[in-house]
Nanobody, 120 residues
Framework: QVQLVESGGGLVQPGGSLSLSCAAS????????MGWYRQTPGNERDLVAT???????HYADSAMGRFTISRDFDKKTVALQMNSLKAEDSAMYYC??????????????WGQGTQVTVSQ
């Protein structure tokens, strides 16, 4: 089995910065990609940013220019640096990983989430 554990969430003022981290562990043959999604009550879970094994990135329009995703797949970690935070960035942030298992099946895994609140 694979586990994803997020850290770094909390309360931050508008305009401030916050960095999230996620570590994967378990029966992992290789990591195809990792990313971050966010969700607020009553809404769907939306993509924020992803990064693949080669370092190629994809950002939501709302994140581009403010957020930076990075990874070290040798250490099985991904991070999200968030700058110039706005109130509308407040959400539960979930780490995601697309992983090839030792049985050569590709599976999508989720972390438990970490809360980010942008407020005075």
């Amino acid at each position: 089995q694979v586990q994803l554990v997020e850290s770094g969430g909390g309360l931050v003022q508008p305009g401030g910065s916050l960095s999230l981290s996620c570590a994967a562990s378990g029966s992992i043959f290789s990591i195809n990609s990792m990313g971050w999604y966010r969700q607020t009550p009553g809404n769907e879970r939306d993509l924020v940013a992803t990064i693949d094994s080669g370092g190629s990135t994809h950002y939501a329009d709302s994140a581009m220019g403010r957020f930076t995703i990075s990874r070290d797949f040798d250490k099985k970690t991904v991070a999200l640096q968030m700058n110039s935070l706005k109130a509308e960035d407040s959400a539960m942030y979930y780490c995601s990983a697309l992983i090839t298992t030792y049985t050569k099946n590709v599976r999508h895994y989720w972390g438990q989430g970490t809360q980010v609140t942008v407020s005075q």
